[in-house]
């Protein structure tokens, strides 16, 4: 959390607080724990990925890629042994195909 918080330019005081960004704040309301944030004036909270989707005005999906993205994540795992041989099965219809047109 603090390093998605440092990323956005946001500094929590000595007690963990922050001017909470989802309000017009203008005493530290916002507690940040380790991986969660409640700001207590106006109720907003949740883990790191709700609040990069508040903070950014975006779904909770585009702020987990926005996330993956900005911290060097990778998201997209190998192929899987079956995904793999459905993609070759797929491969060699089409080249098939194309061989067809061909001729």
């Known amino acids: 959390m603090k390093a998605v918080l440092q990323h956005f330019g946001l500094v929590p005081d000595r007690r963990g607080n922050i001017l909470c960004p989802f ?14 944030f409640y700001c207590w004036a106006c109720g907003a909270g949740g883990d ?20 993956a993205a900005a911290f060097g994540i990778i998201t997209d795992g190998p192929e899987t042994l ?22």
């Open 23 to 36: 309000h017009a704040d203008h005493r530290p309301s916002c507690k940040i724990y380790d991986n969660s």
């Open 48 to 67: 790191v990925i709700n609040f990069t989707a508040r903070y950014l005005n975006a779904s909770n999906l585009e702020a987990a890629k926005y996330l």
């Open 82 to 103: 079956r995904q793999q041989r459905e993609r070759e099965k797929r491969d060699k219809l089409k080249y098939a195909e194309q061989l067809r047109e061909a001729l």
